[in-house]
């Protein structure tokens, strides 16, 4: 499929398909100012112009009255299989919902209703071209990045990403601690394994240590190793973690969970860089890199008494704070191409890519498990899939009850404000660029910016911590 020429030509090329004589002139006419317009009356025309001219998106009429059967259902089914990212809006008349609704099932981007509003429609093509444009981008930049990643499985193209990716390559050839923030599934323990993975350590063991998940009696034996005898229940010799990652890295994640006991002789280890065995007589010396991890703000642990401000000195010495996905838009599809990518040579599946529904939703989804939530909803849907096309139930993002009181404004409002919400992230908070960028003049964009009651400033705040 030639889904770059999708991306890269000059101007977007628009195919309308209709019967009505009338419909089409009145659409060349209010879009030919924008697009590139192509017209075809019946399907067999139109599919002839989709195969030679590749249109953006197709405006097409669901009936299609003509003495064959194929009608825009038909036309629909041919584009879907085709697999491109093609955007097609259904034009309908008084059909019955149920006809519409198997369209959009189908792979229809929207529908519009006639007596066409050339106002409303113009959005509708605006946003559904702008939806390609994202998506075609992050197919290109994911198989680009498939190429030239440094950090073999870290995914992500996003600033606060290569942010990450610089401290990484500034930490690895150091013996630093290095202490990871981020909420859960944002990829601390991936990022850790990188900096192991890439330092000149990484022929040495790599040893991951949950202090939240071992009990603390046990945890100063599995940290330290304790000799025969030092306890009940010691009836032989045993190494800990930390003797285990000599000449390596041990990574202690869920930092924050760590007793105050725990945290004085973790604190000692690294101001001594030796261990004593528990009921051991001999300090034994060990080379070991510390990478730490927490999804709590130590900070405020500190403030309230449950974490050494000393121990935190000792380990923070450069800290790298993962970002949530929700705040990682132009990742998020990145992301997600990725794991379908993965997970279809897993299980060994066609499924070319995710709907136009299932994208949105993917967008303006919170994300609270981050990117193994992401992940685990494509591969779930990956192996519950039965076409080739993901859709929102496939990734269980399909919210029936939240959907039925959904009308079409609440939808394209929140559409409207996601891409906003982009555009200004691009543009650091510059309004007249975001404008340009959206299509729409300032002053347009001024009165959606008050009505959703977007903060613009939040935007040059932000952007200026990652410049
Ligand atoms: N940037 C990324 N690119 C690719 N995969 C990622 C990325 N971030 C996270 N993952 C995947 O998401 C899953 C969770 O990542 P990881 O275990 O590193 O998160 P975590 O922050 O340690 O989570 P927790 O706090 O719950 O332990 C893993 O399968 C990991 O491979
Ligand atoms: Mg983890």
Redesign the pocket.
């Known amino acids: 499929m030639r889904k770059n020429e999708l991306l890269t030509r000059d101007q977007n090329t628009i195919l309308v398909v209709d019967d009505e004589e009338g419909i089409r002139s009145q659409l060349k006419w209010a879009l030919a100012d924008d697009y590139k317009i192509l017209l075809a009356e019946n399907a067999d025309q139109a599919i002839d112009i989709i195969k030679s001219d590749m249109p953006n998106l197709v405006t097409l009429d669901i009936t299609l009255s003509s003495n064959s059967d194929r009608d825009g259902l038909w036309v629909l089914e041919q584009i879907v299989k085709m697999s491109t990212r093609m955007k097609v809006i259904m034009i309908t008349g008084n059909e019955e919902k149920e006809f519409i609704h198997k369209a959009i099932n189908m792979g229809a981007y929207d529908y519009y209703k006639k007596p066409i509003d050339i106002d409303e429609l113009k959005i509708i093509i605006k946003r559904a071209l702008y939806i390609q444009r994202i998506e075609l981008e992050n197919e290109t930049l994911s198989s680009r990045m498939r190429e030239e990643r440094h950090f073999d499985?870290?995914?992500?193209d996003c600033q606060q990403?290569q942010e990450v990716y610089s401290i990484i390559k500034r930490v690895l050839s150091t013996d630093v601690p290095v202490l990871i923030y981020?909420e859960?599934?944002?990829?601390?323990?991936?990022v850790a394994r990188a900096i192991h993975y890439q330092s000149i350590r990484a022929k040495k063991p790599f040893i991951p240590i949950n202090c939240g998940a071992i009990p603390e009696n046990l945890l100063e034996s599995e940290l330290f190793g304790h000799e025969k005898g030092a306890f009940t229940g010691a009836y032989y010799q045993k190494k800990g973690k930390f003797e285990l990652a000599n000449e390596g890295t041990a990574f202690l994640?869920e930092i924050g969970e760590l007793s105050p006991t725990l945290q004085v002789k973790l604190l000692r280890f690294l101001q001594e860089k030796e261990i004593e065995r528990v009921g051991g007589k001999q300090p034994l010396q060990v080379n070991v890199r510390i990478v730490a991890?927490t999804?709590k703000n130590l900070e405020s642990e500190i403030q309230k008494q449950n974490f050494r401000p000393d121990l935190y000195y000792r380990l923070s010495v450069i800290t790298i704070t993962?970002p949530p996905l929700r705040d990682r838009n132009d990742d998020i599809l990145l992301?997600a191409n990725s794991f379908l990518n993965r997970y279809t040579k897993e299980y060994d599946k066609r499924i070319f890519h995710f709907d136009s529904l299932a994208v949105e939703r993917m967008m303006t989804y919170k994300w609270l498990g981050n990117?193994?939530e992401l992940?685990n909803r494509v591969k779930r849907a990956v192996i519950m899939s039965t076409n080739n096309i993901i859709s929102c139930e496939d990734l269980g993002l399909d919210d029936k009850v939240q959907q039925k009181n959904t009308t079409l404004v609440d939808i394209v409002d929140t559409v409207q404000r996601k891409h906003i919400d982009l555009a200004l992230n691009r543009t650091k908070g510059n309004v007249s660029k975001a404008a340009r960028e959206l299509g729409i003049s300032r002053v347009t964009l001024y009165d959606l910016i008050h009505r959703f009651n977007i903060k613009v400033n939040e935007y040059r705040k932000h952007n200026y911590q990652y410049s």
């Open positions: 499985d870290i995914i992500g990403m981020g859960s599934g944002t990829g601390k323990e991936l994640d991890a999804n993962l992301l990117v193994r992940e």
